[in-house]
């Protein structure tokens, strides 16, 4: 079945540039999305790049995809302490019927 | 804003209890998902359901089991629960169409005891 990792942890210091990387396993996947989790709180979107696109900028967001290896990275710019959270990436296809898989999360820890 | 509310955010059961979490959503959407999140294994897929009345397993549904009798809610079952089922559980929703994004609600926190 369809498999999504990342590694657990993540600490940088205040101001550095944060990279989180993940890898997927369904070649088919329409979609891939990074998400955020903040303490107590459920999932937000942060991001997502469709499978045809290599990299897609967002402000401080940079999304990278290797659809050969099956890789995608977040790098976050100027990194705050506000960023310390769990990042997801997750894979969908984009048909009714798709699920949407998610990895075991990246504990992001921003240091003063 | 899409809003999907889940139904309380803490829940304290006895084993062996039938437990019912609800889920709804104010979009229209056409999927609905149940995850449950425990450190360092993610977010893992219990069921999903594409339609009214309409579900699929996910990774791991041993043990629970879903409702979809209305678009709107999608509730989740513990027939009978127990201690290894104590974890966060999130609904979350998403259109059928297009990038789909998948809104969350705030999770479900149950403690089996």
């Known amino acids: 079945g369809e498999d999504v990792e990342q590694s657990l942890f993540l600490s940088v210091r205040e101001g550095d540039s944060s990279v989180i990387n993940c890898t997927y396993t369904?070649?088919?996947?329409?979609?891939l999305y990074w998400y955020k989790q903040e303490p107590g709180a459920g999932l937000q979107l942060l991001t997502y790049?469709?499978?045809?696109?290599d990299m897609k900028q967002d402000q401080r967001l940079t999304v990278l995809l290797n659809k050969k290896d099956k890789h995608l990275s977040l790098r976050i710019a100027d990194t705050q302490t506000g960023d310390s959270a769990i990042y997801f990436c997750?894979?969908?296809?984009?048909?009714?019927?798709?699920?949407?898989?998610f990895g075991t999360g990246t504990l992001l820890a921003v240091q003063p | 804003d899409v809003k999907v509310t889940q139904s309380s955010r803490y829940l304290v059961k006895r084993t062996g209890e039938k437990v019912f979490l609800e889920c709804v959503q104010d979009?229209?959407?056409?999927?609905m998902f149940w995850y449950r999140q425990d450190p360092g294994l993610g977010l893992r897929l219990i069921y999903f359901?594409?339609?009214?009345?309409?579900?699929e397993k996910g990774d791991i549904p041993e043990g629970y089991s879903v409702s979809r009798e209305k678009k709107e809610r999608f509730s989740l079952i513990l027939e009978s629960a127990s201690t290894n089922q104590t974890s966060m559980y999130l609904c979350?929703?998403?259109?059928?169409?297009?990038?789909?994004?998948?809104?969350f609600g705030q999770g479900t926190r149950l403690t089996v005891v």
């Open positions: 979350a929703s998403r259109s059928g169409q297009g990038k789909a994004e998948a809104f």
């Open positions: 369904d070649s088919s996947s329409t979609y």
């Open positions: 790049i469709f499978s045809n696109m």
């Open positions: 997750a894979e969908g296809g984009a048909g009714a019927t798709n699920k949407l898989i």
């Open positions: 979009m229209d959407h056409e999927n």
């Open positions: 359901s594409y339609d009214v009345k309409m579900k």
